[in-house]
């Protein structure tokens, strides 16, 4: 099966990155201002170096600000990689906390329907099991997967067949395997949100960079 269209847009999703970059920038406005302030008490105890430096041989006071130079260098390149990081788990885990929340959302079925999608023509076979959590229990019942099954041959060519399996998975998102559960196709939120890493990273060094 090869899919021959976009799925076109799962909202709550596609602001993931944004969302990163608006937290970068906030969380970049503190680290700055710390590290000002880290910046303005090191130039005071300079200043305080003043008289020791003059009694200093020349080569010695090059040594102590080489040294000073290169302390402020590595604690940039530290707090660099921290705010990456922290903004990176922020906000994946506020993506997580949207998700849990968009559950309840009339828009909810669509976005299920727009994941069962995408794993049908990832996985490639037509008798298919497909497992949800108890969050999308109510959206997602077996009367519910014959419909999309029909609809879904028409679109494919293949008589399709979907199965609700009788156990719920603890995380939220569509899982479909095969008979055998040899192939399987993991379209859970939290995975997704995974793969959203990388755009992440991205972004959140353009941030860093302009800083």
């Given at each position: 099966?090869e899919r021959k269209e976009s799925l076109g847009s799962i909202e709550f999703l596609d602001v993931i990155v944004e969302d990163a970059q608006?937290?970068?920038?906030?969380?970049?406005?503190?680290?700055?201002?710390?590290?000002?302030?880290?910046?303005?008490?090191?130039?005071?105890?300079?200043?305080?170096?003043?008289?020791?430096?003059?009694?200093?041989?020349?080569?010695?006071?090059?040594?102590?600000?080489?040294?000073?130079?290169?302390?402020?260098?590595?604690?940039?390149?530290?707090?660099?990689?921290?705010?990456?990081?922290?903004?990176?788990?922020?906000?994946?885990?506020a993506a997580a906390e949207k998700v849990k929340a968009f559950a309840s959302s009339p828009r909810y079925k669509d976005v299920l329907r727009?994941?069962?999608?995408?794993?049908?023509?990832?996985?490639?076979?037509?008798?298919?099991?497909?497992?949800?959590?108890?969050?999308?229990?109510?959206?997602?019942?077996?009367?519910?997967?014959?419909?999309?099954?029909?609809?879904?041959?028409?679109?494919?060519?293949?008589?399709?067949?979907?199965?609700?399996?009788?156990?719920?998975?603890?995380?939220?998102?569509?899982?479909?395997?095969?008979?055998?559960?040899?192939?399987?196709?993991d379209n859970l939120f939290e995975t997704r949100l995974i793969r959203y890493q990388s755009e992440i990273r991205k972004a959140v060094s353009?941030?860093?960079?302009?800083?």
């Amino acid at each position: 099966m090869e899919r021959k269209e976009s799925l076109g847009s799962i909202e709550f999703l596609d602001v993931i990155v944004e969302d990163a970059q608006k937290t970068a920038e906030t969380v970049l406005k503190e680290a700055e201002a710390a590290a000002e302030a880290k910046r303005k008490s090191a130039c005071e105890e300079m200043a305080k170096l003043d008289t020791v430096f003059a009694e200093k041989t020349e080569s010695e006071k090059r040594r102590i600000e080489k040294s000073s130079r290169n302390n402020i260098e590595m604690e940039n390149r530290r707090t660099a990689l921290v705010l990456r990081e922290q903004v990176i788990t922020d906000s994946i885990q506020a993506a997580a906390e949207k998700v849990k929340a968009f559950a309840s959302s009339p828009r909810y079925k669509d976005v299920l329907r727009l994941l069962l999608t995408e794993a049908v023509y990832g996985i490639g076979k037509p008798d298919l099991i497909v497992s949800i959590s108890a969050a999308e229990a109510d959206a997602v019942t077996q009367p519910v997967l014959n419909q999309w099954a029909q609809e879904l041959s028409k679109e494919i060519g293949v008589p399709l067949k979907l199965e609700l399996a009788p156990l719920r998975l603890r995380k939220q998102g569509i899982m479909l395997s095969d008979r055998e559960g040899r192939v399987v196709y993991d379209n859970l939120f939290e995975t997704r949100l995974i793969r959203y890493q990388s755009e992440i990273r991205k972004a959140v060094s353009l941030v860093i960079s302009r800083s």
